[in-house]
Nanobody
Framework: QVQLVESGGGLVQAGGSLKLSCAAS????????MSWFRQAPGKEREFVAA????????VYADSVKGRFTISRDNAKTTVYLQMNSLRPEDTALYYC????????????????WGQGTQVTVSS
């Protein structure tokens, strides 16, 4: 397993941008597909985006496609989520997760989770 620590969340106005980071510990980072999930108040956690081991393939939820971009830097063992054109409905606690399968939106396929970083979008 890897240990994951998210950062970069905050308060932003609708239409604004934020870039989330997820730093992973361990030498096996390249063995993991990485994803971002989010959980809004009163709702279940949902898949946002995933990136393959080398970073050449990505998958997005329909709700964020065209606005969010997932990327990774294996040398820095870090995965990113660039979020543009933010909407109030993007307000949530954002988690990164590491898993062996790609692509998958199933939470049970992920071995490691971070503690989350809060993103709040005001209207």
């Amino acid at each position: 397993q890897v240990q994951l620590v998210e950062s970069g969340g905050g308060l932003v106005q609708a239409g604004g941008s934020l870039k989330l980071s997820c730093a992973a510990s361990g030498r096996t980072f390249m063995n993991y597909a990485m994803s971002w999930f989010r959980q809004a108040p009163g709702k279940e956690r949902e898949f946002v985006a995933a990136i393959s081991y080398g970073g050449s393939n990505t998958v997005y939820a329909d709700s964020v496609k065209g606005r969010f971009t997932i990327s990774r830097d294996n040398a820095k063992t870090t995965v990113y989520l660039q979020m543009n054109s933010l909407r109030p409905e993007d307000t949530a606690l954002y988690y990164c997760a590491a898993g062996r399968m790609f692509p998958t939106r199933e939470e049970k396929q992920y071995d490691s989770w971070g503690q989350g970083t809060q993103v709040t979008v005001s209207s």
